[in-house]
């Protein structure tokens, strides 16, 4: 049983376009989180969410969006894309903001 | 930013022990040493981490020095599938919301 499951694994859709990613944890975690892996490998949060608070990296474009309908689900939302969003997107999970945090297996998406 | 120093690569000749040294000399006294470390293709997986004193999982084992000013992230016996970038983070113990910041990390090749 994966702990952290992105979907999809690989996305490849053209500039302009709206995507969404979905990361879902059966761990029970109470936060969640989105880290960005660009080509340089760099890996950079963008947001971490539990219920009761939302924080942005405030190097994050407005045109990408997380939504949680519930505690085991995080969502990113993409508007507009660009090629520069082209990277690899991890999904990431802890029991509280504290601990140390459970990974995905990311989801590739290239922009065309 | 990442708040350590480590080497961008190192070999390793399997079943030996690999050592990946780390230099965070401005830590300061609330702030613990974690390691993770990812594979190819893979989510960062977590491996110890610790505040002081020394610690062992069933993964690795982590020495600090009694200055706090250095750890060495050590797999005493490194196998093909060891092969992967090691990141070395400082982060607070109390976190006030400070999430995992990844430097480039140091890539280990586990040589056959």
């Known amino acids: 049983d994966t702990a952290v499951s992105q979907t999809p694994k690989y996305l490849v859709t053209q500039m302009g376009n709206d995507k969404s990613i979905k990361c879902e944890q059966n761990?029970?975690?109470?936060?969640m989180y989105w880290y960005k892996q660009d080509s340089k490998k760099f890996l950079k949060i963008m947001f971490s969410?539990?219920?009761?608070?939302?924080?942005i990296n405030e190097t994050v474009p407005n045109r990408f969006s997380p939504k949680s309908p519930d505690k085991a689900h995080l969502n990113l939302h993409i508007n507009s894309l660009e090629l520069g969003d082209s990277a690899v997107y991890f999904c990431a999970s802890s029991l509280s903001d504290r601990e140390s945090y459970t990974f995905g297996s990311g989801t590739r998406l290239t922009v065309v | 930013d990442a708040k350590t120093t480590q080497p961008p690569s190192m070999d390793c000749a399997e079943g030996r022990a690999a050592n990946l040294p780390c230099n965070h000399s401005?830590?300061?006294?609330?702030?613990?040493v974690y390691w993770y470390r990812q594979i190819h293709s893979q989510g960062p997986q977590y491996i110890i981490h610790g505040l002081k004193n020394n610690e062992t999982n069933e993964m690795a084992s982590l020495i600090i020095t009694e200055d706090r000013k250095s750890s060495t992230l050590i797999l005493p016996h490194a196998t093909l599938r060891d092969t992967a970038v090691y990141y070395c983070?400082?982060?607070?113990?109390?976190?006030?919301?400070?999430?995992?910041?990844f430097g480039p990390g140091t890539r280990l090749s586990v040589l056959p």
């Open positions: 761990l029970g975690h109470d936060t």
């Open positions: 969410y539990n219920n009761k608070e939302l924080i």
């Open positions: 401005t830590i300061s006294g609330n702030e613990y």
């Open positions: 983070i400082v982060r607070s113990r109390y976190n006030y919301g400070q999430n995992f910041v």
